[in-house]
């Protein structure tokens, strides 16, 4: 059975930090592209940021850069999305995917959730006071 499953969610303060965990199970996450999207009540699922295959490429929203950072440890078959200064405006529900691309673009990254395959479950972040 082909699944993500994530971890690290929570209540937080303004300003303080988590780390989101996705483990794959019944595949192996070396060979997918992998992001992490998130879906705020009443809006839209976004990008949140992305990782190419090879790991060479990532990309951010422009919401989140230079605060949020996209890793992977595919001898863990794990990527991580670690949250930092977070604010109100980041509470939502983050969901963890992968994409197995074509061999030719293992340079890219995904940040559309239309071309995702594999989903976490989803992880709520809550930021407040």
């Known amino acids: 059975h082909l699944q993500l499953v994530e971890s690290g969610g929570g209540l937080v303060q303004p300003g303080g930090s988590l780390r989101l965990s996705c483990t794959a199970s019944?595949?192996?996450?070396?060979?997918?592209?992998i992001g992490w999207l998130r879906q705020a009540p009443g809006k839209e699922r976004e990008g949140v940021s992305c990782?190419?295959?090879?790991?060479?490429?990532?990309q951010y929203a422009d919401s989140v850069e230079g605060r949020f950072t996209i890793s992977r440890d595919n001898a863990k078959n794990t990527h991580y999305l670690q949250m930092n200064s977070l604010n109100p405006e980041d509470t939502a529900v983050y969901y963890c995917?992968?994409?197995?691309?074509?061999?030719?673009?293992?340079?890219?990254?995904?940040?559309?959730?239309?071309?995702?395959?594999?989903w976490g479950q989803g992880t709520q972040v809550t930021v407040s006071s």
């Open positions: 019944g595949f192996t996450l070396d060979d997918y592209a």
């Open positions: 995917a992968a994409a197995r691309l074509t061999p030719g673009v293992r340079s890219i990254c995904i940040m559309d959730q239309s071309d995702y395959e594999y």
């Open positions: 990782m190419s295959t090879s790991g060479d490429t990532t």
